[in-house]
């Protein structure tokens, strides 16, 4: 399990960022909830932040503070571990832009940093029908190098192709459409029509794609 968070989670250096996909209610909020709070429970590293940015503000109600702006979300960051940014619906996605360069910004003045950036709904900025922002890029292409690991949580696994190659962790709630199966296959090399039956038999079953391993796994519930 600690091997599994970890390679979530964890912002080392190495890894890429995460793509968790499902439908509305197929589990993933509940499966971010419980393993983020295992992952932290045995990572004390008091340097360490997590920023969960939430369009539909909910979500995360474990957070040390929930916040409605990004000054807010700066300034508990401070001092707090996890915050939850509730942004509001004006202005929406320049919020997010802001967010995501205040982290930077942050980590650039406070190196000892490292940082979870959790994007929730990110089909809502994020489209491959148009270029992703300046913000998003510089998380998706540089974050790794600056100890900030993105997390992209959307309805489908086909997201933004110009991001998509930064990705190297896929976990799937319930199968994409079938229109983007192709797309899926082309663009991480999974197939997700396996997977298709079983994930709608078994609520909050989920796959498991590290694209350095061998293969996808379909995985039981998290309790």
Known sequence: MTEMLDRLYLPDGK??????????????????????QA???????????????SPKNEGFAFADAIVGTVDQAEEKLRE????????????LEAQ???????????????????????IDDAQVFLSSRRSASDA????????R??????????????FARELEGQVDLLVGFSNPNPIYYRQAIERFDFDPEPF??????RPYSFVWFDTRSDGARLMSPIE
Do not use: C
């Not at 995460?18 to 419980?34: I, P």
């Not at 997010?96 to 959790?118: G, H, L, P, R």
């Open 15 to 36: 890894n890429l960022n995460v793509m968790l996909w499902g439908q509305a209610g197929s589990g993933k909020t509940f499966f971010m909830e419980n393993t983020l």
């Open 136 to 143: 998003h890029k510089r998380l998706a292409l540089t974050g």
């Open 80 to 91: 707090k571990r996890v915050v939850a940014l509730y942004p509001s619906m004006e202005g």
């Open 196 to 201: 298709s039956e079983a994930l709608r038999e």
């Open 96 to 118: 997010v832009d802001d967010a995501i360069n205040m982290v930077f910004d942050f980590q650039a003045t406070n190196k000892e940093t490292s940082w979870i950036v959790i």
């Open 145 to 158: 190098s600056r100890m900030i690991r993105g997390i992209y949580v959307a309805h489908n696994v086909v």
């Open 39 to 53: 992952f932290l429970s045995s990572n004390k590293d008091p340097k360490l932040r997590v920023l969960y940015i």
